[in-house]
């Protein structure tokens, strides 16, 4: 009887151990997935910003309202998230995990957690709370950023010295830009690292630099009043500009007493920079985002084209009083006529009647197309503030394309572009201007023709020695093309004056709206900047 009972026990002790492994089996029978699948599957949608997905993945269905926030409070651009080992039970589990948040102007921020996950509907799902964001999270707290930045990076010109400080002239504010108290729209731009009401970058290099000049903050990321981490920041890094302080007072003197609008735009031609930018009155910033016709001083890219076809200075060209291409009559100014002479000296007193036809005869709509864009014509312009890029329509018809010759018909241009012309044909090249030199600019350099630069700079010395600049008062040495761009409409034009060229590596053009001839008007103004410098 007792080895009976003794044997009984141990059965029953037996059973009792095989009921508790069936309990645990009818879990592993019964529950779709593991834990470590469902872990991922949130994890995945945590990265991916996916709320439906998360939610899909809740033990509770519920409003994500603390992940809504912490991606407001903090600013979080992207959030990785690594899984360590599943801590398994029964109906409940734990997955640790590293998370890193990538947070708008401020750095990254990489901490631990856990994800509780548990049986629900037969499923495993996570078992949400604030703390599933982070361990420190409670119910109704919040996360938010305290900020300390560093003092602002200053913006200089060429030789260091600073231009941001509003003790410099209006022509260099426009570039510069302000500093202006930051609205909410900027702040939803920006970044939670800003606040409504702090300085910001408004205009000009301030505000395309905005990021560059102040830095990222010391932040210190705060849930419900407690510190979680501080993230160190780092000073702003300065913007150097190509502005040359004496090139641009040379600039300002040659336009400030000038009674209408005038603008003048000075480039090195080695390298493309911009010396100076001026313009006489404030508002809009003509010199680099005027689109003005450039009238003659485009005969400087159409002889470009004609040079490279053959035509040589000295060739001998005719300049009637007249010429009709296309159904276009087409006359000189105040109907000038010189008979036959040379090429060189047709540019020099800026015929019409000789540009129009040769560029029928010699060139097309698509080489002199192919002419300007090789002097920025049609090339994006990068230089950190707005600028106009010089436009040139292919030609449609060849009244359009004798047009076109001599700077008139469609196309466009600002004081930038054709002093970038001139720098180009100083130097040989055309280099994309540029205003920051560690900006990355979106054209390529493009040189000229062979032949074309000895044969231009020629040209463009008798403009200035016994041309339509003549009695400018250009120093000696000074290569250049007067323009006189008609605009409006009705029989009487109004005429914009232009004049362009270069002198040592100095390129440079000057406009003045309304101001009718080149030669009269405008070259003279080049001529007193020369003397300046």
């Not at 890193?100 to 709370?129: M, P, S």
């Not at 000049?213 to 190509?242: C, F, N, S, Y």
């Not at 006489?280 to 001083?297: E, H, K, V, W």
Request: proline share 5%; net charge positive.
């Amino acid at each position: 009887m007792a080895r009976g009972r003794t044997i009984a026990i141990v059965s029953g002790v037996s059973l009792l151990v095989a009921g508790a492994a069936g309990g645990g089996a009818y879990y592993l029978l019964h529950t779709r997935g593991t834990p470590a699948e469902t872990a991922q599957r949130f994890a995945a949608a945590w990265q991916a910003g996916d709320k439906p997905a998360m939610t899909a993945e809740l033990a509770t269905p519920q409003p994500l309202t603390a992940y809504d926030q912490m991606r407001t409070g903090l600013g979080v651009e992207s959030t990785t998230v690594e899984l360590g080992q599943v801590s398994p039970g029964d109906d409940r589990a734990t997955v640790p995990y590293t998370a890193t948040v990538k947070l708008k102007n401020v750095g990254e921020w990489t901490y631990q957690g856990r994800l509780d996950l548990t049986v629900a509907d037969r499923a495993w799902k996570v078992a949400w709370t604030p703390a599933t964001l982070h361990p420190s999270l409670t119910s109704g707290a919040s996360f938010a950023l305290k900020t300390r930045w560093p003092d602002r990076a200053e913006i200089t010109d060429a030789g260091g010295e600073r231009i941001d400080t509003g003790a410099v002239g209006g022509s260099v504010q426009q570039l510069v830009g302000y500093l202006d108290k930051a609205t909410k729209k900027d702040v939803g731009k920006l970044g939670a690292a800003y606040k409504t009401g702090q300085a910001v970058g408004r205009g000009g290099l301030q505000e395309t630099f905005e990021k560059r000049l102040a830095g990222t903050p010391t932040t210190e990321i705060q849930a419900g009043g407690k510190t979680l981490a501080t993230i160190a920041g780092t000073d702003g890094e300065p913007v150097r500009t190509t502005l040359d302080a004496a090139t641009q007072a040379a600039a300002v003197a040659a336009v400030k007493d000038v009674d209408k609008p005038t603008s003048l735009v000075a480039i090195r031609p080695s390298t493309g920079e911009i010396l100076s930018v001026v313009n006489n009155q404030g508002g809009f910033n003509r010199a680099l985002d005027g689109r003005y016709p450039p009238g003659s001083t485009f005969k400087a890219v159409t002889a470009i084209g004609l040079l490279a076809a053959g035509l040589s200075p000295k060739d001998t060209v005719t300049c009637p009083q007249y010429a009709t291409v296309g159904g276009l009559k087409i006359r000189n100014s105040e109907k000038e006529h010189f008979g036959s002479l040379s090429f060189l000296d047709s540019f020099a007193h800026s015929c019409n009647t000789t540009f129009a036809p040769l560029a029928k005869q010699h060139l097309g709509a698509a080489k002199l197309l192919e002419t300007a864009e090789q002097v920025g014509f049609n090339q994006p312009l990068n230089i950190g503030v707005p600028a106009t890029k010089a436009s040139f329509p292919r030609a449609q018809s060849d009244a359009e394309l004798a047009a076109e010759a001599f700077g008139q018909a469609r196309i466009t241009a600002s004081p930038l572009s054709m002093a970038s012309v001139a720098a180009a044909i100083a130097d040989g090249t055309w280099r994309p201007p540029t205003l920051v030199p560690d900006l990355k600019q979106k054209a390529g350099e493009q040189p000229l023709p062979d032949g074309v630069k000895s044969g231009l700079h020629a040209m463009m010395a008798a403009v200035v020695t016994k041309g339509t600049a003549k009695s400018a008062g250009l120093p000696a040495g000074t290569r250049g093309k007067t323009g006189t761009a008609e605009y409006g409409t009705g029989e009487k034009l109004d005429s914009h004056a232009w004049f362009m060229g270069f002198k040592g590596d100095v390129a440079f053009a000057v406009v003045v709206e309304g101001g009718g001839g080149g030669g009269k008007v405008a070259a003279p103004i080049a001529a007193a900047f020369l003397r300046g410098l």
